[in-house]
């Protein structure tokens, strides 16, 4: 299958461009941060990100780093909103492979954005594990509390009601403490007994994705990734692999999902919010109010009228005077009927200005 490229999709379709951002810490891996627009609803790249299990999403992987790479999904539950991802990534150039093994989880916030996280299994699996042993002390202590404030007033079976759902509270907690570490040695025994990810070096990466609507099929992707490859790599290797990552995951998805430019813009058009009031901005917003409005009586020469392109619309210009050492400034102003709400006006002058 020939990759897609700009040349290969619609006529008339146009690309924001990506926002690239990386920096470097001591002893703390690669940071790489990329935002983009992607013209598809949030709901369906929340898909194509989280169903790493899809048919599509093991032939790409396959694809790219081989048949024997090791990938393997894990689901903890059904509908638990998260699950467990073990890959090996091939770097080549004789420098030996690494092998992740990352908890991903997801939420759906209030204004309909969708955010992954995802972060070294280890870390996780260990802190809830720790914190679940905290909730059972915590537990068991406020239910010897309890009991001692209310059992004076309670009959006896109520008594041994409340003792048989201390009890089984308690069995859920630790269950759930031995599910997370048996979880932790499942893995592990999945890459040991791997011939290639048995002799891989182990990375970490953590990161998020920030998915948020803008349009019904159109919305704003943020990809922030963290990752530390072990071993010795030296830096520059390591912010390559960063870059490379960027470009492929966030990049690679815009283009496979670009539509026709015109009609994008029609969507953007039709969610555009009406412009606050006056009475509703900052002083500071009000400051650049007043001072685009002065534009046009600021002291100078009369309007001169311009020929106009269209007999529709009029055209003036003038010299603005010049402050001393400064350049004189030419100001314009067109005015014209157009045939549309004012509103949809408003979306379609913003669309134009962010180009």
């Known amino acids: 299958m020939a990759p897609l490229t ?4 619609a006529q008339g379709t146009v690309l924001e461009p990506v926002e690239f951002f990386q920096k470097s810490e001591n002893n703390a891996g690669a940071w790489g941060k990329a935002v983009a627009t992607i013209d598809a609803s949030a709901a369906r790249v929340f898909a194509g990100v989280w169903c790493l299990n899809s048919h599509g999403a093991k032939r790409e992987y396959s694809d790219y780093y081989g048949s024997n790479a090791l990938r393997r999904v894990i689901h903890i539950r059904p509908n638990s909103h998260s699950m467990i991802y073990v890959n090996l990534v091939p770097l080549g150039m004789a420098i030996s492979d690494r092998v992740f093994a990352t908890w991903f989880c997801w ?3 209030p204004d309909n954005s969708f955010v992954i996280t995802w972060t070294p299994l280890e870390d996780y699996a260990v802190e809830s594990a720790d914190t679940l042993s905290a909730q059972v002390k915590n537990f ?3 239910q010897e509390e309890q009991r001692y404030l209310t059992f004076g007033s309670m009959d006896a079976q109520a008594q041994v009601k409340a003792f048989e759902e201390d009890a089984e509270d308690l069995k859920l907690l630790m269950l759930q403490i031995e599910s997370r570490k048996a979880r932790v040695n499942e893995v592990n025994d999945l890459i040991k007994q791997d011939p290639i990810a048995s ?5 970490t990466v953590r990161g998020y994705w920030r998915i948020k609507p803008l349009a019904p099929s159109i919305c704003q992707a943020t990809y922030l990734v963290q990752a530390e490859l072990g071993g010795s790599l030296p830096t520059s290797l390591l912010d390559v692999r960063v870059k490379s990552s960027l470009s492929a995951t966030v990049q690679t998805m815009q283009v496979k999902l670009a539509r026709n430019g015109k009609l994008v813009d029609k969507e953007i058009r039709d969610v555009f919010a009406s412009p606050p009031p006056l009475a509703e901005l900052s002083e500071e917003q009000m400051s650049v109010v007043e001072d685009c409005r002065g534009l046009e009586s600021q002291d100078g020469r009369e309007w001169e009228i311009l020929s106009s392109p269209s007999p529709f619309v009029t055209m003036w210009m003038k010299l603005a005077p010049a402050n001393e050492n400064e350049r004189s400034i030419a100001i314009g102003k067109a005015t014209a009927v157009i045939d ?3 509103r949809e006006a408003l979306g379609e002058s913003s669309v134009v200005s962010l180009r």
Request: hydrophobic letters at 45%; aromatic letters at 0%; a positive charge.
């Open 6 to 9: 700009l040349a290969s999709l």
């Open 107 to 109: 939420r759906k916030e």
């Open 140 to 142: 068991t202590a406020a």
């Open 199 to 203: 002799k891989a070096i182990r990375g």
């Open 340 to 342: 549309c709400p004012v």
